[in-house]
């Protein structure tokens, strides 16, 4: 923008013609170029390659400037996000108001593969795009209508999508899957969207910290519904493997393909850890327009995070508002009875044979995570493999205890509440009663936030541990945490304190 002030009566003088007198095209693709010299300056490669290059200038009269691109989505897109700032940059270089109509010319859409130009005419310097203007990255103006009828461009471009995509794995069936008290309810709601797509409970979002079995349900769902359909269309993909597809639709000039292989060319959108969307905002964008579009046609969306909608900072409030119609399952940690019911799957789809005592153990030091519980029973069995021994608990502990953090085993909301009490002269009840005393209410506090960094328990079940209160009541009172962490130093002393002999210690006397 500077830098075009710098030179404005040339530019100006350029492009002041009388009212209501059709431009030359030479003169509107010189006006066009100015205006993208303009912007460029502006915009990142991404948003250039991706959005701007493909546009084409088509006529410049009566102050109203026409500029076309290579489809709707294209369009509007633009139309969204930067029309305004097509509108003042062209006001600066004419220095006038004028408007800025986008209109599409199907004409522009990227013709078949064999057709392109190698990738390095799309990184070409905004001078070579100067040079010829609306032709940067084509070669021909056949319409899209007609490439399907030779090559099928569409379709081609679906198929290059799923290879982004992760197949199912047969091993994460409902089968294989141990329920329990923790995870039931997130358990059935995902058995009854498998059995009726899009009937209810969509969108469902599940929700629990990292390797209580989210993933595993994610592909159960597709596994069963495509046992009972085979011809069910599903997706499943993580949501960085979402944005990265979206990237290659940018780059490769794949709006429409990739419109349809999300919005109408699957039953089931299965997407892990959503909580990756955060802070991208152009995919965030494409995400909630696809969602409008598989919410409105009734099918399937299944999502999982590791937080609760409304806690994923970064997210668009519309997105999380969407996010929430549906039913919302949290996965808690499993008890040790399921933990144990876990280990006992896992020894008898790997052929192991795994004691009881073994089992107590292993199942009393991973009280968090399925994957890790899982993963201390394999590398146990590796030991014994090679030392030719049978698995007992002598060798668990010999070989295992000095992986375990130690006091993991013990450390238990129940744990934290009696040692907060302890600490700050009060019983556990107090901690979740309805005392607004201020030794209370920081005790409280304190006891919530290690509950949230010790055991990563979500919002509503810190809630519900402590009296039964709402899960913005609970994010305020860490929030307060959060602050006095930074400005008081008592209160750091006294976290720092209880956060050292809990995770130290297995049995702590106050």
């Given amino acids: 923008m500077v830098a075009?002030?710098?030179?404005?009566?040339?530019?100006?003088?350029?492009?002041?013609?009388?009212?209501?007198?059709?431009?030359?095209?030479?003169?509107?693709?010189?006006?066009?170029?100015?205006?993208?010299?303009?912007?460029?300056?502006?915009?990142?490669?991404?948003?250039?390659?991706?959005?701007?290059?493909?546009?084409k200038p088509i006529s410049f009269s009566d102050d109203v400037l026409t500029v076309a691109a290579p489809s709707l989505f294209h369009r509007d897109w633009i139309q969204d996000?930067?029309?305004?700032?097509?509108?003042?940059?062209?006001?600066?270089?004419?220095?006038?108001?004028?408007?800025?109509?986008?209109?599409?010319?199907?004409?522009?859409?990227?013709?078949?593969?064999?057709?392109?130009?190698?990738?390095?005419?799309?990184?070409?310097?905004?001078?070579?795009?100067?040079?010829?203007?609306?032709?940067?990255?084509?070669?021909?103006?056949?319409?899209?209508?007609?490439?399907?009828?030779?090559?099928?461009?569409?379709?081609d471009a679906s198929q290059r999508?799923?290879?982004?995509?992760?197949?199912?794995?047969?091993?994460?069936?409902?089968?294989?899957?141990?329920?329990?008290?923790?995870?039931?309810?997130?358990?059935?709601?995902?058995?009854?969207?498998?059995?009726?797509?899009?009937?209810?409970?969509?969108?469902?979002?599940?929700?629990?910290?990292?390797?209580?079995?989210?993933t595993h349900l994610l592909h159960g769902i597709g596994l069963h519904a495509l046992a009972h359909n085979p011809s069910t269309r599903i997706v499943y993909m993580s949501a960085e493997q979402w944005v990265n597809a979206y990237i290659q639709a940018i780059r490769e000039r794949r709006f429409d393909a990739f419109r349809k292989r999300f919005r109408t060319g699957c039953d089931i959108?299965?997407?892990?850890?959503?909580?990756?969307?955060?802070?991208?905002?152009?995919?965030?964008?494409?995400?909630?327009?696809?969602?409008?579009?598989?919410?409105?046609?009734?099918?399937?969306?299944?999502?999982t995070s590791d937080k609760y909608p409304h806690e994923i900072e970064g997210l668009e409030e519309r997105l999380k508002t969407r996010l929430s119609w549906g039913l919302i399952?949290?996965?808690?940690?499993?008890?040790?009875?399921?933990?144990?019911?876990?280990?006992?799957?896992?020894?008898?789809?790997?052929?192991?044979?795994?004691?009881?005592?073994?089992?107590?153990?292993?199942a009393a030091q991973i009280t968090t995570s399925v994957r890790e519980l899982e993963g201390a029973l394999l590398r146990l069995s590796a030991f014994v493999s090679v030392t030719k021994a049978e698995i007992s608990l002598a060798h668990a502990k010999e070989y295992l205890s000095p992986v375990f953090r130690r006091g993991a085993g013990s450390m238990t909301a129940e744990r934290i509440c009696e040692y907060v009490a302890a600490y700050y002269d009060l019983r556990p009840a107090d901690l979740k009663g309805i005392s607004r005393q201020r030794q209370v209410v920081i005790a409280r506090q304190c006891a919530m936030s290690l509950c949230r960094s010790q055991l990563a328990l979500s919002l509503p079940e810190?809630?519900?541990?402590?009296?039964?209160?709402?899960?913005?009541?609970?994010?305020?009172?860490?929030?307060?945490?959060?602050e006095l962490r930074e400005t008081d130093i008592g209160v750091q002393s006294v976290l720092?304190?209880?956060?050292?002999?809990?995770?130290?210690?297995?049995?702590?006397?106050v």
């Fill in 496 to 509: 720092a304190r209880l956060e050292k002999n809990l995770i130290g210690s297995d049995d702590i006397s």
């Fill in 4 to 55: 075009m002030r710098d030179e404005p009566n040339n530019l100006r003088s350029e492009f002041i013609r009388s009212a209501g007198a059709p431009s030359p095209v030479s003169e509107v693709d010189n006006l066009y170029s100015a205006i993208m010299q303009c912007l460029r300056r502006r915009l990142s490669l991404f948003v250039w390659q991706g959005f701007f290059e493909p546009l």
């Fill in 161 to 214: 999508f799923e290879i982004s995509s992760t197949p199912l794995n047969p091993q994460y069936s409902f089968d294989t899957f141990v329920p329990g008290p923790s995870n039931q309810m997130g358990f059935a709601a995902c058995t009854a969207v498998a059995e009726q797509p899009g009937s209810q409970y969509s969108p469902l979002f599940l929700f629990g910290p990292v390797g209580i079995g989210k």
């Fill in 81 to 155: 996000h930067y029309l305004l700032e097509i509108i003042e940059a062209a006001n600066n270089v004419l220095g006038r108001k004028i408007e800025v109509v986008l209109t599409f010319d199907s004409s522009l859409n990227v013709p078949h593969e064999k057709e392109l130009e190698p990738l390095a005419v799309m990184t070409q310097t905004s001078q070579e795009a100067s040079q010829r203007p609306g032709r940067s990255a084509y070669i021909s103006n056949e319409p899209a209508s007609i490439l399907p009828l030779r090559h099928s461009p569409i379709e």
């Fill in 269 to 303: 959108l299965l997407i892990d850890d959503i909580q990756f969307l955060a802070g991208k905002d152009a995919s965030q964008d494409e995400f909630f327009h696809t969602f409008n579009s598989l919410y409105q046609t009734h099918k399937q969306i299944v999502v």
């Fill in 462 to 482: 810190i809630g519900r541990l402590f009296g039964g209160r709402d899960h913005t009541t609970v994010l305020s009172s860490l929030r307060k945490v959060d």
């Fill in 329 to 362: 399952a949290d996965i808690r940690p499993p008890e040790i009875e399921t933990r144990i019911a876990i280990l006992h799957r896992k020894a008898e789809s790997c052929n192991i044979r795994l004691p009881m005592d073994v089992a107590h153990y292993l």
